[in-house]
């Protein structure tokens, strides 16, 4: 049996504990990700409702310009987050004690959520954003349908990352510490 200080078990401590960091990581980008865009459609559906008192035209230009400042930004967190989520989750599928089957549930659900992501990118908003140029126009009937197609898309993509989320932060069945020490000291 090895020794608790031996090379062997320090190195399977600090193997554990970065598949273990991965993992609490991965319980933590992705409800920021959700919570974010949950945000950033709260904000826009509030900025898009508000009147600002000033000629209908210059309100058109105002909105389409703050939609091609936010937008950009929105796609590079969210891609930044959900590519994130599937690194850590292959990094947290390694490590011995971390919960397999909804790492790899997680993982799937984010690989969906990555490809939406990607075809609403590419052919819903590449497209919207063309049409916003030049600003203050009225929306065209292409861009109205469009938008509904992201509304939908985004709706759907952030659900699968919530159910991700979930099934992630879901309590596991009570282990017992002689259990987790096992895991952590093979052989203590």
Same mark, same amino acid.
């Given at each position: 049996?090895?020794?608790? /200080?031996?090379?062997?078990?320090?190195?399977?401590?600090?193997?554990?504990?970065?598949?273990?960091?991965? #993992?609490?990581?991965?319980?933590? &980008?992705?409800?920021?990700?959700?919570?974010?865009?949950?945000?950033?459609?709260?904000?826009?559906?509030?900025?898009?409702?508000?009147?600002?008192?000033? /000629?209908?035209?210059?309100?058109? $230009?105002?909105?389409?310009?703050?939609?091609?400042?936010?937008?950009?930004?929105?796609?590079?967190? %969210? #891609?930044?987050?959900? %590519?994130?989520?599937?690194?850590?989750? $292959? &990094?947290?599928?390694?490590?011995?004690?971390?919960?397999?089957?909804?790492?790899?549930?997680?993982?799937?659900?984010?690989?969906?959520?990555?490809?939406?992501?990607?075809? /609403?990118?590419? #052919?819903?908003?590449?497209?919207? #954003?063309?049409?916003? /140029?030049?600003?203050?126009?009225?929306?065209?009937?292409?861009?109205?349908?469009?938008?509904?197609?992201?509304?939908?898309?985004?709706?759907?993509? $952030?659900?699968?990352?919530?159910?991700?989320?979930?099934?992630?932060?879901?309590?596991?069945?009570?282990?017992?510490?002689?259990?987790?020490?096992?895991?952590?000291?093979?052989?203590?």
């Amino acid at each position: 049996m090895a020794r608790p /200080d031996s090379p062997v078990n320090k190195w399977c401590i600090e193997r554990c504990m970065a598949y273990r960091v991965a #993992f609490g990581l991965l319980r933590v &980008v992705l409800p920021a990700w959700v919570g974010a865009a949950v945000l950033f459609a709260i904000n826009g559906s509030a900025e898009q409702a508000h009147s600002y008192q000033i /000629d209908v035209g210059i309100e058109r $230009v105002i909105k389409d310009q703050l939609a091609l400042l936010r937008f950009p930004a929105y796609y590079a967190f %969210g #891609f930044t987050c959900v %590519g994130l989520s599937i690194a850590l989750s $292959v &990094v947290s599928l390694l490590g011995p004690s971390n919960p397999q089957k909804r790492i790899a549930v997680a993982a799937a659900l984010l690989l969906v959520v990555l490809s939406l992501m990607l075809w /609403d990118y590419h #052919f819903v908003y590449g497209p919207m #954003f063309d049409m916003l /140029d030049p600003t203050g126009v009225e929306k065209s009937a292409a861009w109205k349908r469009l938008h509904a197609m992201s509304m939908i898309t985004n709706l759907i993509h $952030v659900s699968l990352c919530l159910a991700a989320a979930i099934v992630l932060s879901w309590p596991r069945a009570h282990r017992s510490a002689a259990i987790d020490s096992q895991i952590l000291l093979p052989g203590a």
